[in-house]
């Protein structure tokens, strides 16, 4: 069996007049993440992971944000492409571990529905999905509520 080991990181500021996306859900706050897309942390830094660990570069390479096409665009599409893609080239998801990196608001309680949300996109079972939570304890961007950050890791094997 061949396997390969991938890991993503984005970041994205906090605004007022915007919806929430995290994890591929709308979580209730007065700020949202700006971004050309929904700008969804969590399946951006998921994204990256997934792709580097099969060697495809990154999600700015396969969906620019200078592009018309991806202007708002929901996150679970683009999350959607990217396992096709990783098909194409015949690699698949085996498990995700992620952290979101979030002074408020809390994002434990919804951890369960991110999890059900993401789960058929990556044609994964939802016990292979694990998202954390995290502070950064009011230190740099993230504790001044300036904005969040998500980490993931995956693991990939060959179809």
Known sequence: MKIRVGQGYDVHRLVEGRALFLGGI????????????????????????????????????????????????????????TVDILAEKGWKAVNVDATVCAERPKINPHIPAMKECLAPLMKLDVEDISIKATTTEKLGFVGREEGMAALAVV???KI
């Open 155 to 157: 693991l990939i094997e």
């Open 26 to 81: 709308e979580i209730p706050h007065e700020k949202g993440l700006l971004g050309h897309s929904d700008a969804d942390v969590l399946i951006h830094a998921i994204c990256d992971a997934l792709l580097g660990a099969a060697a495809l570069r990154d999600i700015g390479y396969h969906f620019p944000d200078n592009s018309a096409d991806f202007k708002d665009i929901d996150s679970k599409i683009l999350l959607k492409k």
